[in-house]
């Protein structure tokens, strides 16, 4: 506790103290200290991070009871092997934003009891002199570009205050934020009267945080002259907190180094602050894509997927842009097309000829007595299955030698970057058939599986990025409690989101172990879920609207204003005109007097007579009927009626009419609607229906 609570001139003075009892003094002791955060022994450590010092066991161990699946994302990156060969590196496969705690501790003047609160940080202050990143590899160190922290940057959390620093884009990998493969990445933050600036903060600047202190004093802390101010209540306890302090600063040294370099001699022992972190090596570790903000590949995350849709079940206000002017009308939508190409990502190019047997899509239907059913490739017709997709068609692939078309002769250089499935297309299956591939169903959902038996150009099996590793957690593991994320970086609508994805991957891969006894849990390497749109029922329920009801009291759903139903009851009133042509049946009474024949039609629309067939139509109907607009305006895309009331708009309508002697035996569709004896609108007026409406249709 006296390592987290005092200040380092506390601790000095306590420590030559011959008693531990030693009073506090003001006069002694500043009232008010702003820290920068470093105190490994917290509960949770607070540390910059992302930090190698969270990689290890005892930080771990902090954090599993609150949090088991940021403990179990902690451990897999401990496991990891870096560049150097040493386990415990943070993945290259997407942004991992830097994030550094701040307080602020103002004693009592009489007892010296801290009371902690988050500083107000002047922003403005920052700058490349007193907060650096820096990137360290084998080649030497150098300064990593990171975006000026804006007032979003620095929020307050509960009695300490967060500051995250982002990467700036690179636009040379598609935008992402990543931090450089096989580096050790550097942040430090600069204290006193150089470092960054606290809004009426302590004279004396941002401190170091006694854990800190000791590093910065450039002393080996193993030898019992240097623990005086080092807390224990015995010599045993004041050296095995000092040979665990000693481990991290003889680790720092090439950091301390890197940051002299950047601020000059000493200058580390300004700083206030410092984490570091290893970064994973690229070798290896191909993946499939899952950073949004950017990929070199151009797919940020699979596609489709329900990482692009929000809690209601459409395209996300985040994912719009993506479609550029699309985006809002694709908003609209339930679901994705059913005959779109699944694609996802890779980090790498992958041989893509075995892709085929290392991607699987279920489609997912919770009322079937088997929720889970595999759709088989157009590569397993030969034994007597039916298709639901070609795995990584042609137009997705390239030969690697000769830069064109992949062949058959030579598949281990027919490569992509993409993984990829397409449905509802006919198949080539050989020189002189195809096989109709059917579209996927509407309104389903579908799960993709990618296994590591997918192989990179080098032959090595794809691995789990860091977003794989969330979902293919230990399904006892939730990501959301209570609604709530607990791991770091994802919010609670993800968390909650990608918890309902986790129950449909692990029922689709407990159904493909059960078929694919080879496989295993730990060769699943991605999982995700999307579904489909719904078709049928936007087109039923527009047919369906003209008969609604009118609103009223009793009728306030599925209805329409009393206005609309009677603009819907025929066509706008001195609206209809009739061209007919004398003998071929259209000009019979007690038809409106027409006002044209048919040739005037066609003139007044400059339409050639002597070239558009007309010999066989009686009459021409010009009229103005209302209709219902149920289109979103400038996208075009249909709402949902339900919600968006369709509103009544009138259209300009011709009516052909067929002659006589060419109409086929049987009611005519044209005249499905009789004419009305009453006002309802499943008929319709005398006076508007064509001739041949009027009569008795022909016998069957």
């Not at 702003?34 to 990689?55: C, E, K, R, V, W």
């Not at 797919?299 to 929000?310: E, K």
């Amino acid at each position: 506790m006296l390592l987290r609570r005092a200040t380092p001139l506390a601790l000095a003075i306590a420590a030559l103290a011959c008693e531990p009892s030693v009073p506090y003094s003001a006069a002694n002791n500043p009232l008010k200290v702003d820290y920068a955060g470093f105190d490994p022994t917290g509960n949770p450590p607070s540390i910059p991070l992302p930090n190698s010092l969270a990689l290890l066991p005892s930080s771990i161990a902090s954090v599993a009871a609150q949090s088991p699946a940021q403990a179990a994302l902690l451990t897999q990156w401990a496991q990891d092997v870096c560049v150097d060969g040493m386990p415990g590196c943070f993945p290259n496969d997407q942004e991992v934003p830097i994030t550094i705690d701040f307080v602020t501790e103002t004693l009592d003047p009489n007892t010296g009891a801290p009371t902690r609160s988050a500083p107000t940080l002047d922003l403005s202050s920052i700058n490349a002199g007193n907060l650096i990143v820096l990137s360290l590899t084998t080649l030497g160190s150098g300064a990593v570009a990171c975006d000026p922290p804006q007032a979003a940057d620095y929020v307050v959390n509960g009695d300490h205050g967060t500051l995250t620093i982002h990467k700036s884009a690179d636009p040379k990998q598609g935008g992402s934020r990543r931090w450089p493969a096989n580096s050790v990445i550097v942040a430090a933050v600069r204290g006193g009267a150089s470092g960054v600036k606290v809004t009426g903060g302590a004279p004396a600047g941002l401190q170091p945080q006694p854990a800190m202190y000791l590093l910065l004093q450039d002393v080996n802390l193993t030898i019992p002259a240097n623990q005086g101010i080092i807390p224990g209540a015995t010599r045993a306890d004041k050296a095995a907190a000092a040979a665990q302090l000693e481990l991290i600063r003889k680790s720092y040294e090439v950091p301390f180094a890197a940051v002299d370099g950047a601020w000059g001699a000493l200058a580390h022992r300004q700083i206030a602050t410092m984490g570091v972190f290893k970064v994973a090596d690229t070798s290896k570790h191909t993946h499939v894509e899952t950073d949004p903000g950017g990929s070199p590949s151009g797919l940020p995350v699979p596609f489709p997927s329900d990482f692009m849709m929000d809690a209601t079940g459409h395209l996300s206000a985040a994912a719009q842009p993506a479609f550029g002017p699309l985006g809002p009308g694709l908003a609209t939508l339930d679901g994705f097309s059913t005959t779109a190409m699944m694609l996802s990502g890779t980090s790498a190019y992958v041989q893509a000829s075995t892709v085929a047997g290392g991607v699987f899509l279920f489609e997912f239907d919770p009322g079937a007595a088997q929720p889970f059913k595999r759709l088989a490739d157009i590569s397993e017709l030969a034994v007597g299955k039916s298709p639901g997709y070609a795995a990584e068609p042609s137009v997705i692939t390239r030969d690697a030698v000769t830069g064109g078309a992949c062949s058959a002769s030579s598949p281990a250089t027919c490569l992509s970057n993409v993984l990829g499935l397409q449905p509802g297309v006919p198949a080539q299956i050989s020189a002189t058939a195809l096989f109709p591939i059917p579209p996927l169903k509407e309104a389903t959902t579908y799960v993709v599986l990618v296994t590591d038996k997918v192989k990179d150009l080098n032959g090595d099996p794809l691995t789990r990025s860091t977003l794989g590793k969330l979902l293919l957690l230990d399904p006892t593991i939730s990501i959301a409690m209570g609604g709530h994320s607990t791991v770091s970086g994802v919010s609670d609508a993800q968390a909650v989101g990608l918890d309902q994805m986790r129950l449909a991957i692990n029922g689709a891969a407990q159904t493909l172990l059960a078929e694919k006894t080879s496989l295993a849990m730990s060769d699943l390497v991605m999982g995700y879920t999307f579904k489909t749109q719904s078709i049928t029922s936007a087109p039923n329920q527009l047919a369906a609207l003209p008969y609604a009801p009118a609103c009223s009291a009793t009728v306030t759903t599925d209805c329409l204003p009393s206005a609309a139903v009677a603009a819907l009851a025929g066509p706008v009133p001195s609206t209809t005109a009739l061209f007919c042509t004398a003998g071929a049946g259209g000009c019979v009474a007690p038809s409106p007097t027409p006002v044209g024949n048919v040739g005037n039609v066609f003139d007044q629309f400059g339409a050639d007579k002597t070239v558009v067939p007309n010999g066989n139509i009686a009459a021409i109907v010009e009229s103005v009927i209302v209709t219902l607009n149920n289109l979103t305006d400038p996208s075009g895309a249909f709402s949902d009626p339900t919600k968006v009331p369709p509103a009544p708009e009138a259209i300009p309508v011709l009516i052909s009419v067929p002659a006589f002697n060419n109409v086929a035996t049987g009611p005519s569709t044209l005249c499905s609607a009789p004419p009305c004896a009453t006002s309802s609108r499943r008929c319709s007026p005398a006076s508007a229906l064509p001739p041949s409406c009027r009569v008795a249709p022909p016998p069957a």
